[in-house]
């Protein structure tokens, strides 16, 4: 098959099925951690022997709003934020252990200088990222759905969020706090993007 961007393509044969096909989000923007092999991966982390090529594979338009929300918060003068990000999908989609979703090249895991920090300017700079976005997004003809956190119940994180807005409506709407420690040293973002 072929890996360039575009509409989704069909396998032919007796499993002939559509797949939705995705870019490589790679180009363009910071990484942080270490990129995955190009070979799928257990559970474990040994590699199995089909090609995944790599962990950052993304719907076009998810790639796009990232793209230009990564160029508009670069150039935000004194507040100025460098997006970085991690994993996104493998290149057909599918289940990349050890995540319980990124199948469908609409989740980024991401990151920002000082994020574990958790602190109040953390929620004023992550709610910075989330409008960027959300923006983007809108400008693709896609939605940004949800951003999880793990912050603390009560904790400066929360306080400063609970006065934030994005859009106009609470930003509680959209960054949602995550029970689990998954996300205190890096975020996760959701968007709701059809098949271009
Ligand atoms: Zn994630």
């Known amino acids: 098959m072929t890996v360039s961007s575009g509409a989704a393509i069909v396998v032919a044969g007796d499993n002939a099925k559509a797949v939705t096909k ?10 942080y ?11 474990n982390g040994s590699a199995l022997p089909w090609p995944c090529r790599g962990d950052a594979w993304g719907r076009p338009k998810v790639q796009a709003a990232l793209l230009a929300a990564s160029n508009a918060l670069a150039v935000q003068g004194p507040n100025a934020i460098t997006l970085q990000v991690n994993d996104i999908s493998n290149i057909n989609g599918g289940r990349f252990p050890t995540h319980t979703s990124h199948m469908r090249g609409t989740h980024l ?13 953390v929620a004023r700079r992550v709610v910075q990222v989330a409008q960027a976005l959300a923006t983007a997004a809108t400008n693709e003809g896609i939605t940004l759905t949800r951003i999880l956190v793990s912050y603390q ?9 609970a006065g934030l807005q994005i859009n106009g409506q609470p930003a509680t709407l959209i960054i949602r706090q995550d029970i689990s420690t998954v996300h205190d040293d890096h975020f996760h973002a959701e968007f709701n993007a059809p098949l271009p």
């Open 153 to 161: 119940t009560g904790g400066a994180f929360a306080e400063e969020l």
């Open 109 to 121: 895991d991401l990151d920002i200088s000082g994020y574990d920090n958790l602190d109040a300017a």
């Open 22 to 31: 995705l870019t490589d989000i790679r180009q363009g923007i910071a990484r």
């Open 33 to 43: 951690s270490l990129r995955d092999t190009l070979q799928c991966l257990r559970e």
